[in-house]
């Protein structure tokens, strides 16, 4: 198949599954074609069959804010006409569905269809989509794709709930993880300068939204380190690493606390951890929650979310309620303490990824989903 994706290039959830999806798809023999405004963050290689397509929005004095969303509209429309692509993919609901649904009407004017996939993330749907300035835009997008996925059951009911639309067939599909790329190899890692003294590791991925909470993973990590000799890595920048700076030294763990900004490649890093926290307000999944699992890293984080179809509590971590930060760090001493656990925890983390979550098992789906898409559409065309 030809496929177009589009989404955000930059760090995050949904641009690091696009992009995956994309190489592996590529592998498999299908013809990839990203547009976007930069080359995905992930995309660091050359891979036979994948193709950037940038989008070049023009910034002149008449426009106080570039209408991004109407040049990758063009973007699509250029692309799917010169390389005949049979699908387009569209992660995150916002521009990326509107877009595509632009560009499937410019095409259906010259008498050719694109057939629209959007694949639903999280905050599209439970913060960006809900905002008034943009529901309304959000609904429509969502409900004239011609095929929707979500990456969890939790986001599925949330977009229910949130747009009024229980009616609406959306598949769930859920985030991937390579098991060849994210595994564990503590002998491989970084393991002396980030821990020089034989300190137990505590690791952090994000992009440091208010989301994210990781100030409380600032005060989790001053809760065991007055048990256990312990290291803070963050990985990842964002809105709230001041203010994550001031609160570790207020809390007078800063010495320990490692800030390494962003990476394109976390695996040989997430090889290192002892343990991952990830205590956000809510995820949608939890893809570098997946990604330690599969490095046989245990996580401690929040229930109630889609990070509960992710983490087995009790099995391949703890799951408590938001904010509870006292359990959290409990729970954390508790493992960190009993190697004999924190063993049993590591080999369950790795195997429930590798047997539910594997791009093997995952990457088909979607696949499979696009023959449907493709096939209804040619069967309402009569």
Same mark, same amino acid.
């Given at each position: 198949? &030809?496929?177009?994706?589009?989404?955000?290039?930059?760090?995050?959830? /949904?641009?690091?599954?696009?992009?995956?999806?994309?190489?592996?798809?590529?592998?498999?023999?299908?013809?990839?074609?990203?547009?976007?405004?930069?080359?995905?963050?992930?995309?660091?290689?050359?891979?036979?069959?994948?193709?950037?397509?940038?989008?070049?929005?023009?910034?002149?004095?008449?426009?106080?804010?570039?209408?991004?969303?109407?040049?990758?509209?063009?973007?699509?429309?250029?692309?799917?006409?010169?390389?005949?692509?049979? +699908?387009?993919?569209?992660?995150?609901? +916002?521009?990326?569905?509107?877009?595509?649904?632009?560009?499937?009407?410019?095409?259906?004017?010259?008498?050719?269809?694109?057939?629209?996939?959007?694949?639903?993330?999280?905050?599209?749907?439970?913060?960006?989509?809900?905002?008034?300035?943009?529901?309304?835009?959000?609904?429509?997008?969502?409900?004239?794709?011609?095929?929707?996925?979500?990456?969890?059951?939790?986001?599925?009911?949330?977009?229910?709930?949130?747009?009024?639309?229980?009616?609406?067939?959306?598949?769930?599909?859920?985030?991937?993880?390579?098991?060849?790329?994210?595994?564990?190899?503590?002998?491989?890692?970084?393991?002396?300068?980030?821990?020089?003294?034989?300190?137990?590791?505590?690791?952090?991925? /994000?992009?440091?939204?208010?989301?994210?909470?990781?100030?409380?993973?600032? &005060?989790?990590?001053?809760?065991?380190?007055?048990?256990?000799?312990?290291?803070?890595?963050?990985?990842?920048?964002?809105?709230?690493?001041?203010?994550?700076?001031?609160?570790?030294?207020?809390?007078?763990?800063?010495?320990?606390?490692?800030?390494?900004?962003?990476?394109?490649?976390?695996?040989?890093?997430?090889?290192?951890?002892?343990?991952?926290?990830?205590?956000?307000?809510?995820?949608?999944? *939890?893809?570098?929650?997946?990604?330690?699992?599969?490095?046989?890293?245990?996580?401690? *984080?929040?229930?109630?979310?889609?990070?509960?179809?992710?983490?087995?509590?009790? +099995?391949?971590?703890?799951?408590?309620?938001?904010?509870?930060?006292?359990?959290?760090?409990?729970?954390? +001493?508790?493992?960190?303490?009993?190697?004999?656990?924190?063993? &049993?925890?590591?080999?369950?983390?790795?195997?429930?990824?590798?047997?539910?979550?594997?791009?093997?098992?995952?990457?088909?789906?979607?696949?499979?989903?696009?023959?449907?898409?493709?096939?209804?559409?040619?069967?309402?065309?009569?």
């Amino acid at each position: 198949m &030809r496929i177009g994706i589009a989404c955000y290039p930059t760090y995050g959830g /949904s641009g690091a599954l696009a992009t995956e999806l994309g190489i592996e798809l590529a592998a498999r023999g299908h013809e990839i074609h990203f547009i976007t405004y930069a080359q995905p963050f992930r995309l660091t290689s050359f891979h036979e069959g994948l193709f950037f397509h940038e989008v070049e929005v023009p910034h002149y004095p008449l426009f106080e804010y570039p209408p991004y969303s109407l040049a990758l509209s063009v973007q699509m429309h250029e692309v799917a006409r010169k390389h005949d692509l049979e +699908i387009m993919h569209a992660h995150y609901a +916002i521009p990326h569905a509107e877009a595509a649904w632009v560009a499937k009407q410019m095409l259906l004017r010259e008498g050719r269809d694109l057939p629209v996939v959007t694949t639903l993330h999280g905050t599209d749907i439970t913060l960006v989509g809900q905002d008034p300035s943009f529901w309304s835009i959000t609904k429509f997008s969502v409900e004239q794709s011609d095929g929707i996925t979500a990456v969890s059951n939790y986001l599925k009911e949330e977009t229910h709930k949130a747009f009024v639309c229980g009616d609406l067939d959306i598949r769930v599909v859920p985030n991937f993880v390579d098991p060849e790329i994210y595994k564990p190899g503590r002998d491989d890692c970084h393991l002396r300068a980030l821990a020089p003294h034989g300190e137990k590791i505590v690791m952090h991925i /994000s992009n440091f939204r208010k989301v994210k909470r990781v100030d409380d993973v600032v &005060r989790i990590f001053a809760g065991i380190c007055r048990e256990i000799a312990a290291r803070l890595v963050f990985i990842g920048d964002g809105p709230e690493r001041a203010a994550v700076t001031e609160l570790a030294e207020t809390l007078g763990v800063l010495e320990h606390v490692v800030f390494l900004g962003k990476l394109e490649s976390v695996a040989e890093l997430l090889a290192c951890a002892d343990l991952f926290l990830l205590p956000s307000e809510q995820e949608s999944f *939890g893809l570098v929650a997946l990604e330690a699992l599969a490095s046989g890293v245990p996580v401690i *984080g929040t229930g109630g979310s889609g990070l509960a179809e992710v983490v087995d509590d009790g +099995i391949t971590g703890f799951l408590h309620p938001v904010g509870a930060v006292d359990d959290m760090a409990a729970s954390a +001493i508790r493992l960190l303490n009993d190697a004999a656990m924190w063993k &049993r925890f590591s080999a369950e983390a790795r195997d429930a990824a590798v047997s539910r979550f594997s791009a093997d098992l995952i990457v088909p789906m979607y696949e499979q989903f696009y023959r449907e898409v493709l096939a209804a559409g040619r069967e309402a065309r009569g």
